[in-house]
């Protein structure tokens, strides 16, 4: 795959530094990196709005980066459509004898493809990862559905296209969901496999809120160490979940390997798509070359490694250092927190809507 370009977000002869950990200097990193183009964003999505179809590998970070933008613009104005979430949300449907007629009904009148309705509901039933992808008209009459419940707000789509005849429709889709006047973009983005195998076979989630985060990558605020069971854990901090011991999710323990054909899926489509003429594309990268980091990024930017070390009685002390993997390239890199990718982001989206 051809490498996307380096997005510089260091400014000539800055030396101010942020805590990307503490929520009010993020916001005040935003002002000082991007809070021109911030501001034009929010003065255009005052009337104006706009699709992107986020293309990049699992676990690329697509919903982390649509609701930093959201934050940054202004939530009310920005939708994040998932479309995994939404076929899984069908499935309870389905389920249901009335909202299974429901659906129906809003099919025979929405619905146009090859499938009959009663093939297509019976392959919702069947649904499963060895199973072939639902059909793609289903899948926009789906999202046609969904749109219509919301307010006319940016709509970051996550999952359409998801095989390459599908690219061919988002070129048009604009058009099926009233959205005919408005600007589109592919949201393409890479990101080193290596860095996607690290947050699969480090993840944690808490048991009861189910929040994600990592003891190498993503930290909570405390972490214990069990002397019995002679393993560090992550307390969840967030409200309600009582510190609560996070855990692992059964099978990221190997990593990308059992996804390797989703991953190489995945990378075909967003060479497809970064070939594709007449449609503007947003270019993000999560990885930079060690060697051409300090010109272009600060150290602050940085993910940094989480290093867990017991100091007795249960006690974890914890200490960081850059993370350095090697990209899909073989070099060593840095990879970026998600704050700097969304300053790109933000001042390449400016330039496709010509603020």
């Known amino acids: 795959m051809q490498d996307f370009p380096i997005f510089k977000t260091k400014m000539d002869g800055d030396t101010q530094k942020f805590d990307l950990a503490n929520p009010d200097q993020v916001k005040e990193y935003f002002n000082h990196k991007a809070g021109l183009e911030i501001a034009k964003l929010r003065k255009y999505l005052e009337t104006g709005t706009f699709v992107a179809y986020m293309l990049g590998k699992k676990n ?4 982390t980066y649509s609701k930093i933008f959201a934050d940054q613009v202004g939530k009310d104005k920005v939708a994040h459509i998932s479309v995994g979430d939404m076929v899984r949300g069908v499935d309870e449907e389905v389920q249901d004898s009335v909202k299974r007629k429901e659906l129906i009904s809003y099919l025979e009148k929405n619905y146009r493809g090859y499938h009959s309705i009663d093939a297509i509901i019976q392959s919702q039933l069947n649904r499963g990862t060895d199973k072939p992808l639902l059909p793609t008209e289903y ?11 919301m307010p006319k ?5 996550d999952g359409l296209p998801r095989s390459l005849d599908q690219i061919s429709y988002s070129l048009f889709f604009r058009q099926l969901i009233g959205f005919r006047d408005d600007p589109d973009m592919f949201v393409l983005i890479q990101i080193p496999e290596s860095v996607i195998d690290l947050r699969m076979k480090n993840r944690v989630v808490c048991p009861k809120c189910g929040a994600p985060r990592s003891p190498k990558l993503l930290m909570t605020k405390e972490a214990v160490f069990d002397e019995k069971e002679e393993k560090f854990y992550l307390l969840c901090d967030n409200e309600g979940c009582d ?10 323990e190997k990593g990308i390997e059992p996804i390797r054909s989703r991953l190489n899926a995945d990378g075909e489509l967003i060479e497809k798509a970064f070939s594709l003429y007449g ?20 150290d602050y930017e940085t993910t940094p490694e989480y290093c867990l070390k017991h100091v007795g009685g249960g006690k974890v002390e914890v200490s960081q250092k850059p993370l350095i993997v090697l990209d899909d390239n ?8 998600a704050y700097p990718v969304v300053v790109g982001m933000i001042k390449q989206i ?3 809507l010509g603020l």
């Open 243 to 252: 510190r609560a011991r996070m855990v692992p999710k059964e099978g990221d």
């Open 330 to 337: 073989g070099v060593e890199s840095y990879t970026l927190l």
């Open 279 to 298: 449609i503007p594309k947003v270019l993000l990268r999560n990885s930079i070359p060690v060697s051409s980091a300090k010109e272009n990024i600060d």
């Open 350 to 352: 400016c330039d496709v």
């Open 153 to 157: 707000k940016v709509l970051f789509i």
């Open 139 to 149: 899948i926009l009459a789906l999202l046609g559905r969904q749109i219509a419940q």
């Open 60 to 63: 690329a970070g697509k919903g």
